[in-house]
T-cell receptor
Framework: TQLLEQSPQFLSIQEGENLTVYCNSSSVFSSLQWYRQEPGEGPVLLVTVVTGGEVKKLKRLTFQFGDARKDSSLHITAAQPGDTGLYLCAGEREYGNKLVFGAGTILRVKS | GAVVSQHPSWVICKSGTSVKIECRSLDFQATTMFWYRQFPKQSLMLMATSNEGSKATYEQGVEKDKFLINHASLTLSTLTVTSAHPEDSSFYIC??????????FGSGTRLTVV
């Protein structure tokens, strides 16, 4: 059982559609991070959320951290083909200096 | 911003040989470095955590004699895959952190064992 449940695992949508990716856990995290990864490259940090209920926006991407700091979501508005990639959530436990990754969401945006 | 350099970016080796992968923090001193393994279209799986000057802490199921980790300085950690076999073929990624300033990832190493 994964500590961080990420869904959906695969998402194929048309350009212009909206989508939401979820990360859920029964554990509390001191911070939660979202990454995007291209094939053959390392993950690139998109955002870090640390406060329960926090909402951060990065252009068409909106990130939310749950009030209890156990879950998070990534919402993309008007998806574009350039958004295609693997999206990963990762949480840092309150008493540990390491990241726990969700299973990842492979997003494909078709033009 | 913080940069982590990982080398080589890809390597092909024969079965039974050993391969060393380097991870360097270029503009900061990494108190902790992490090694991950990633299979195609899957997430990152943490293999081990290393602190400078001390033995690495391996995750459950990771063979420490198979995957040797050395963290001799605050800017360099190495992962050596010993006696590599085709099943060790994978994408290996390192990351480095400094205190509570977040994690920076390397660009990964594609290992193919033939």
């Amino acid at each position: 059982t994964q500590l961080l449940e990420q869904s959906p695992q695969f998402l194929s949508i048309q350009e212009g559609e909206n989508l939401t990716v979820y990360c859920n856990s029964s554990s509390v995290f001191s911070s939660l991070q979202w990454y995007r990864q291209e094939p053959g490259e390392g993950p690139v940090l998109l955002v870090t959320v640390v406060t329960g209920g926090e909402v951060k926006k990065l252009k068409r991407l909106t990130f939310q951290f749950g009030d209890a700091r156990k879950d998070s979501s990534l919402h993309i508005t008007a998806a574009q083909p350039g958004d295609t990639g693997l999206y990963l959530c990762a949480g840092e436990r309150e008493y540990g200096n390491k990241l726990v990754f969700g299973a990842g969401t492979i997003l494909r945006v078709k033009s | 911003g913080a940069v982590v350099s990982q080398h080589p970016s890809w390597v092909i080796c024969k079965s039974g040989t050993s391969v060393k992968i380097e991870c360097r923090s270029l503009d900061f001193q990494a108190t902790t470095m992490f090694w991950y393994r990633q299979f195609p279209k899957q997430s990152l799986m943490l293999m081990a955590t290393s602190n400078e000057g001390s033995k690495a802490t391996y995750e459950q199921g990771v063979e420490k004699d198979k995957f040797l980790i050395n963290h001799a300085s605050l800017t360099l950690s190495t992962l050596t895959v010993t006696s590599a076999h085709p099943e060790d073929s994978s994408f290996y990624i390192c990351s480095a952190s400094y205190l509570n300033y977040g994690y920076t990832f390397g660009s990964g190493t594609r290992l193919t064992v033939v």
